[in-house]
């Protein structure tokens, strides 16, 4: 059993939807990452949470310790959003990923 | 703000070769770097964790003697393929841990090895 669980896998949305990409953790966690994985490859880091809620433009990354969840939502989706999510439980000197979620906009 | 920078981004190496990739912390003290094997449409995974001055910790199931990393310093760690496969084709990317910005952990950019 997967660490560390994503849902959806694939996720279709039309241009300016609002999205919501959940993430469960069954470990306790220092801290959890949310990255963007573009087609090519590369990796962007977005957010690092350890509690609370964390806003960066259209991007909102949310996490409850309790119930080890987070999510990140996207308001106004754009096709630029398109791409792979995943999230990333940092745990001691360790880190879990989830499946990652594929994420495309239709204009 | 920090940057990981790994290279190459791309390499083509033949069958039974080694091939070298570089990540490096470019403006931070990484004590912590660590490695991942992503392959096509799968998640990352975590191929070992090293940190400066001692031999890295791999994960069950990767062979330490074909996937060397060395971190000599604060600022660069290597992983070495060596004797390479078709089947060690995938994309490798690494990440560090800013110990003086909470062990705040930036990725690279990540290099695809093809091995023909």
């Known amino acids: 059993k997967n660490e560390v669980e994503q849902s959806p896998q694939n996720l279709t949305a039309q241009e300016g939807e609002f999205i919501t990409i959940n993430c469960s953790y069954s470990?306790?966690?220092?801290?959890l990452h949310w990255l963007q994985q573009h087609p090519g490859g590369g990796i962007v880091s977005l957010f690092m949470l350890s509690s609370g809620k964390k806003k960066h433009g259209r991007l909102i990354a949310t996490i409850n310790i309790q119930e080890k969840h987070s999510s990140l939502h996207i308001t106004a989706s754009h096709p630029r959003d398109s791409a792979v999510y995943i999230c990333a439980a940092h745990f001691n000197n360790d880190m879990r990923f989830g499946a990652g979620t594929r994420l495309t906009v239709k204009p | 703000g920090a940057v990981v920078s790994q290279h190459p981004s791309w390499v083509i190496c033949k069958s039974g070769t080694s091939v070298k990739i570089e990540c490096r912390s470019l403006?931070?003290?990484?004590?912590?770097m660590f490695w991942y094997r992503q392959f096509p449409k799968q998640s990352l995974m975590l191929m070992a964790t090293?940190?400066?001055?001692?031999?890295?910790?791999?994960e069950q199931g990767v062979e330490k003697d074909k996937f060397l990393i060395n971190h000599a310093s604060l600022t660069l760690s290597t992983l070495t393929v060596t004797s390479a496969h078709p089947e060690d084709s995938s994309f490798y990317i690494c990440?560090?841990?800013?110990?003086?910005?909470?062990?705040?952990?930036?990725f690279g950019e990540g290099s695809w090895l093809t091995v023909v």
């Open positions: 403006d931070f003290q990484a004590t912590t």
């Open positions: 090293s940190n400066e001055g001692s031999k890295a910790t791999y």
């Open positions: 990440s560090a841990s800013d110990r003086d910005r909470y062990n705040t952990i930036y």
């Open positions: 470990v306790g966690i220092s801290a």
